[in-house]
């Protein structure tokens, strides 16, 4: 429910000013405009990436401990973890967006990008970013590293369990347990790192924004 809800909020955030901007044929945002929207999608894509952690876990306890199940995912400590997810999420986008306003913009500003994305954000501010950079990297290393190495752990464990068992039925029922959810992972953490690595070694914007049309809009959507 909570990454449901997480979704459509994020497709919110810029899909309706990515509309209105093709049908006037204007691109113009206002500063309050673009602050507001680049902390609401750090929200939900800090949010996004919390509970596909989450869900993981709740994967591996599912497919290795299917018997102790319904003791440890119990109703609260899922709502716990859902908490958890928010609050993380909503700190480390105030936190960035608050480190935004300090800095300082040339007017008539131009960011190559169909919505106002933190990293260009930042790209374009006329000021001194370097403690932008610093925490930008700090959180992404500590709470993108993290959550990551328990998504894998979690799989490496399932992956081994799925292996051990005997009947086909069997293996098959586990790989449909978890396989959208592989698949959603697949797909976010895929495109969100495509389109940062492109932006970090190709001058063009291009392919990054081709690639943030996919976790933007089309993984949300599915």
């Known amino acids: 429910f909570h990454l449901s809800f997480s979704d459509i909020c994020f497709n919110s955030t810029v899909v309706p000013k990515m509309l209105v901007n093709i049908q006037t044929q204007s691109k113009i945002i206002s500063y309050e405009g673009c602050i507001t929207q680049m902390c609401f999608f750090l929200v939900f894509v800090y949010l996004d990436h919390f509970l ?71 790209r374009s501010a006329c000021s001194d970013t370097l403690s932008n950079y610093i925490v930008l990297y700090s959180v992404t290393g500590l709470l993108g590293v993290i ?7 979690s799989y490496a464990k399932i992956i081994s369990a799925i292996l051990k068992m005997s009947s086909a039925e069997g293996k098959y029922k586990a790989f449909s347990t978890c396989g959208s959810h592989l698949t959603v992972i697949s797909l976010f953490y ?33």
């Open 147 to 153: 959550p990551l190495t328990g998504i894998f752990f």
């Open 190 to 222: 895929g495109t969100g790192l495509g389109v940062y690595l492109s932006s970090a070694f190709s001058p063009s914007s291009s392919k990054g924004a081709v690639a943030s049309v996919m976790y933007t809009v089309v993984i949300p959507m599915l």
């Open 52 to 122: 596909l952690t989450v869900m993981a876990y709740d994967r591996f306890v599912a497919i290795c401990h299917p018997l102790h199940y319904t003791v440890i995912m119990n109703p609260h400590l899922c709502a716990l973890l859902a908490l958890i997810s928010w609050v993380l999420s909503v700190l480390v986008s105030l936190l960035h967006s608050l480190m935004i306003l300090h800095l300082s913009f040339c007017t008539h500003t131009k960011i190559p990008h169909f919505f106002c994305e933190f990293a260009q954000v930042l």
